[in-house]
């Protein structure tokens, strides 16, 4: 057959072909120029991508903000005078030279029953609104309220488990115990200072730290579940209270014992299994006066029925922090009770 082309170049093809084969061919080297356009390109890009996401979401952090500093604007004043006012009473109460003394007349006869609000908080954390904010936080209702008020819904460790009050029914609050159910009476003003938080310097502090849209969206949404149930809940059950009760707990003589390593109790719950006094107040929300102020001791003596003790360690601190709170309550009741010897 006749060949078509150069001899020539049809041998230098046939070489370039082989030498492909058998890997003989060398890449021709890159000028030193080129590596470093290319890695300042790569960086360059890397910089103007950063700086449009954090543009982004930054943006994405004041969209949030502005939606909490309307919020502060729209239901603020509807629960912070109150919440200010709440803690003055407590340092009120948790102040020295405090005598004990209960209103003349009938202004506690429905106290046990009528809605009302509570807070218990231990006598050093009374000395600054920032100390009560914080420690407000491990408020409980506890044997002191299962005591002293008569409450018509049910256990309100019971019912479906909830992080947020969006994902309850309508009318039902998830409560301190993580727990979807009726507002409770009365109600724990723990709840109230978990709503405001959404408004304080610290939510706001913890958004600007967040580092992702992921994140903004989590406060984001926060924002929106309370800002649409907790809040107005905690509104409408402040304008139904009648009373404010408070209970500030005091140190022992000599303080409390160390807690052994590892154990998971907190110093609220220490300090109310220990005997100690506390002191109670009650306070009329629609005149704002004093009803009540008592000192007297949480103790009591547990005696387990039908011979059946405590069979770990914290069912037996659980115990005794419930018959010292009841122990508590039942001096209050005492003093409500109408003195049968007193002339009509």
């Given at each position: 057959m006749r060949e078509r082309g150069l001899p020539s170049l049809n041998q230098a093809r046939a070489e370039r072909r082989r030498a492909l084969v058998y890997g003989k061919v060398a890449l021709r080297a890159m000028p030193a120029h080129f590596w470093l356009w290319v890695l300042v390109g790569g960086a360059a890009f890397a910089v103007i991508y950063w700086r449009v996401s954090e543009g982004k979401l930054e943006g994405r952090k004041s969209a949030v903000m502005a939606k909490q500093r309307a919020i502060a604007v729209a239901l603020g004043p509807k629960i912070q005078p109150f919440r200010d006012q709440v803690e003055g009473w407590v340092r009120e109460l948790g102040a020295d030279g405090v005598a004990d003394f209960v209103a003349p007349g009938n202004a506690l006869k429905d106290l046990r029953e009528a809605p009302g609000v509570y807070?218990?908080?231990?006598?050093?954390n009374t000395n600054s609104v920032k100390q009560i904010r914080k420690a407000a936080r491990a408020s409980l209702l506890d044997g002191f309220t299962s005591c002293l008020f008569v409450s018509p819904g049910g256990l309100p460790t019971q019912g479906t488990a909830c992080h947020v009050t969006s994902e309850c029914q309508p009318g039902q609050l998830c409560n301190e115990w993580n727990v979807c159910a009726p507002p409770p009476r009365p109600y724990n003003m723990r709840l109230a200072y978990r709503s405001l938080r959404v408004l304080s310097s610290d939510w706001t502090d913890e958004l600007h730290e967040a580092d992702?849209?992921?994140?903004?969206?989590?406060?984001?949404?926060?924002?929106?579940?309370?800002?649409?149930?907790?809040?107005?809940?905690?509104?409408e059950i402040m304008n139904k209270a009648r009373f404010v009760t408070l209970v500030i707990d005091e140190e022992p003589v000599g303080g409390l014992p160390k807690q052994p390593p590892g154990t998971t109790e907190t110093a609220e719950e220490q300090l109310q299994r220990t005997p100690h006094f506390a002191r109670v107040g009650v306070w009329d929300i629609a005149t704002k006066t004093p009803l009540l102020r008592l000192r007297a001791q949480a103790a009591a003596d547990l005696v387990a029925m039908g011979g059946h003790p405590a069979t770990s360690s914290e069912t037996a601190a659980a115990q005794s922090r419930q018959a010292n709170s009841c122990a508590l309550a039942l001096s209050v009741?005492?003093?409500?009770?109408?003195?049968?010897?007193?002339?009509?």
């Open positions: 807070l218990r908080l231990r006598r050093e992702s849209d992921l994140a903004v969206n989590v406060y984001d949404r926060d924002l929106d579940s309370v800002a649409k149930y907790d809040v107005p809940v905690a509104v009741r005492a003093r409500l009770s109408p003195d049968p010897d007193a002339k009509p």
